[in-house]
Nanobody, 114 residues
Framework: QVQLLESGPGLVKPSQTLSLTCTVSGGSLTTNRHFWRWIRQAPGKGLEWMATIGYDGTTYYSLSHKSRTSISRDTSKNQFTLGLNSVTPEDTGVYYC??????WGQGTQVTVSS
């Protein structure tokens, strides 16, 4: 069974770049038709999809954040990463990585504050 674990800084200052890493076990980033995504949930709000990277490296972005977001992978480490630049307090929330087979990480809290 695929397992995912998020990691990254818990606190980021406004205007900085947030970088989060998802480490995958029990599966491979390059397995055919597997897709890997980042989703977040701001306080008091619903889940919001941010970006996806496919088994072939193709990337997909939410139009709402495309200009500030990047998703990449390191297949040698079986990790994929979310980058979000020019963060504001509105980017505060719990960030999850997930797999299209239904597995989710436990989530990592990110707070944007000076």
């Amino acid at each position: 069974q695929v397992q995912l674990l998020e990691s990254g800084p818990g606190l980021v200052k406004p205007s900085q770049t947030l970088s989060l890493t998802c480490t995958v076990s029990g599966g491979s980033l390059t397995t055919n038709r597997h897709f890997w995504r980042w989703i977040r949930q701001a306080p008091g709000k619903g889940l919001e999809w941010m970006a996806t990277i496919g088994y072939d490296g193709t990337t997909y972005y939410s139009l709402s954040h495309k200009s500030r977001t990047s998703i990449s992978r390191d297949t040698s480490k079986n990790q994929f990463t979310l980058g979000l630049n020019s963060v504001t307090p509105e980017d505060t929330g719990v960030y999850y990585c997930a797999h299209n087979g239904g597995s989710w990480g436990q989530g990592t809290q990110v707070t944007v504050s000076s």
